[in-house]
């Protein structure tokens, strides 16, 4: 039931489809693990575990070795984000449940009722690093957009489906090139 739609170096997109009579449609983007950050960590850590062995005598390079090598540790630590996916789970008649699924295995789940989605907005985010897409949805009663995938930020091509597939279920029959305030 389900097929791999699109998949870069990062991540997978899984649409699981319709379920019968067109009640439930599960959008999945899972991150695709990678042995390679793993390999350059063990290779990295290697020649610094062999410094450590020989300055046995020399305390005072023992311990800036310690600081640096801890500092590099909560860099990591700060910078890894241990999500193994992110779904997007469409219910015409209720609403739209959005999943995060952890590493640890804790899932964090967010309902949003149907009556209350005015509108999914897909957004292009510009910082003064990178430039990346984010589907939003535009929420009665709230003064902020509620993000759909929180952690994760898949391409473009991914966004896309979930984003037609929250526009039908909301019979929101935009295409996809929106118009401008002033037409």
Request: positive net charge; charged residues 20%.
């Amino acid at each position: 039931m389900g097929k791999i739609s699109v998949a870069n170096s990062r991540y997978s997109y899984i649409n699981e489809g319709e379920w019968p009579s067109g009640s439930v449609d599960i959008h999945h983007v899972i991150v695709r693990k990678s042995f390679s950050k793993a390999f350059f960590v063990a290779i990295f850590l290697l020649p610094i575990a062999c410094c450590f062995f020989s300055f046995k005598e020399n305390s005072a390079t023992l311990l800036l070795w310690s600081f640096l090598l801890s500092g590099l540790l909560v860099i990591l630590l700060l910078l890894w984000k241990p999500v193994d996916k992110e779904s997007v789970i469409i219910m015409p008649a209720f609403g739209v449940q959005l999943e995060t699924h952890y590493s640890s295995g804790r899932i964090i789940h967010r309902f949003i009722p149907a009556g209350e989605i005015l509108k999914p907005v897909l957004l292009e985010c510009v910082t003064p690093v990178t430039c990346y897409w984010s589907l939003s949805l535009l929420v009665s009663g709230k003064e902020e957009l509620m993000l759909v995938f929180k952690e994760l930020r898949p391409p473009m091509k991914m966004l896309l489906p979930v984003w037609k597939a929250l526009c039908a279920s909301i019979d929101n029959k935009e295409s996809p090139v929106t118009r401008g305030e002033g037409d």
